[in-house]
């Protein structure tokens, strides 16, 4: 079982050179973006092949090795902290203050090419050690909050980036399990790496690129035509501007489909792309809109139960709800705003 684990994970680091050359050469996708992964898949290969040595070699692998293969695991994480902000924000430029980053890393090498790193206490070693493994999991961390700040036309990027993020998660958690337990060894770790490895080779022959950076937009295949779109943007605005139809209280998605002549996927699909609303959102908005008109005329003395069901509410407590999300106050606190003079 160890022979074919090692086997594995060594045809796995042999991958990951053929996808790290690939990266570095290919003119799909964005330049920086694969640089980074790139950069990504070689500190990470580093890492895992010292897992392998070490585990073959054991007392006869070199201490530069140990040292170069824990200085690896300091990169990783940046990296991928770094590679997931060029996603997320298409602005993004490296900077050169964020070498501080893999100041860690290269402090570490220093040090420890001075001073021997298996010659140290044991403790002492499983310090540094479980110190690396947390400052990898911080920047992973780092970079999952910033997956989620991906807009909505982009949730295949951000399920993309979280299989990246989830796979160097798994990576983590078998080497932290061997640190702190000693329950597993690391070839587990390389033996996940490889089989990540394997997947995204498949993924890169198949579609050129990890990330597809293109947003899939949610109608995409509706068919609607901009000029259309702008036909019945228009048509819609007329009925609620001047017709007021939004006063019905039994106004329905499909009632109002069927007075434009349209499916309810493609008026959805109106409202929500010119508007950014659902269509109860949209309704809600005119109704409220009238219904501010309606508070601030001082000549009129309807209660505010009877303005709620003439701009199209069926209950006060609903209209009280959405007046106050919309406005932040209530609209009995709006409408003595012009009783007061105000």
Do not use: C
Request: glycine share 4%.
């Amino acid at each position: 079982m160890v022979n074919v684990l090692i086997i594995f994970s060594l045809i796995g680091v042999v991958n990951s050179f053929i996808l790290i050359l690939y990266f570095f050469n290919t003119k799909k996708g964005v330049k920086s973006q694969n640089r980074l992964f790139a950069f990504l898949i070689l500190f990470l290969s580093i890492r895992i092949s010292k897992s392998i040595l070490f585990f073959v070699f054991s007392d006869s692998i070199y201490d530069l090795i140990l040292v170069l293969g824990l200085a690896g695991f300091l990169m990783v994480g940046p990296l991928m902290w770094q590679f997931t902000k060029s996603v997320v924000d298409k602005t993004y430029r490296f900077h050169r203050k964020e070498f501080l980053h893999y100041l860690p890393a290269m402090l570490f090498v220093l040090i420890f090419s001075m001073v021997s790193y298996r010659g140290m206490d044991f403790s002492w070693r499983n310090l540094v050690y479980v110190s690396i493994l947390l400052q990898y999991i911080i920047y992973i961390t780092l970079a999952l909050k910033s997956v989620q700040q991906l807009k909505t036309d982009y949730g295949h990027i951000t399920k993309q980036m979280n299989y990246i993020t989830i796979a160097l998660l798994l990576i983590w958690f078998a080497f932290m399990i061997n640190a702190v337990t000693g329950f597993s060894h690391n070839l587990y770790a390389a033996f996940i790496y490889a089989a990540i490895i394997y997947f995204s080779l498949i993924l890169v022959i198949n579609k050129g690129e990890i990330i597809n950076l293109k947003p899939v937009r949610k109608y995409e295949k509706t068919g609607l035509s901009r000029q259309e779109n702008e036909r019945l943007k228009s048509e819609l605005e007329r009925l609620m501007g001047q017709e007021h139809i939004f006063t019905d209280s039994l106004l329905s998605l499909a009632g109002l489909a069927k007075q434009l002549r349209v499916s309810t996927n493609i008026l959805s699909q109106v409202i929500n792309v010119n508007y950014k609303k659902s269509f109860f959102e949209f309704l809600s908005g005119y109704r409220i809109q009238l219904a501010m008109t309606y508070l601030s005329d001082q000549t009129r003395k309807d209660n505010i139960s009877e303005i709620a069901y003439d701009v199209g509410f069926n209950s006060l407590s609903a209209f009280n709800t959405a007046f106050k999300k919309q406005n932040g106050i209530t609209p009995s606190q709006y409408r003595k705003r012009f009783s007061n003079g105000d």
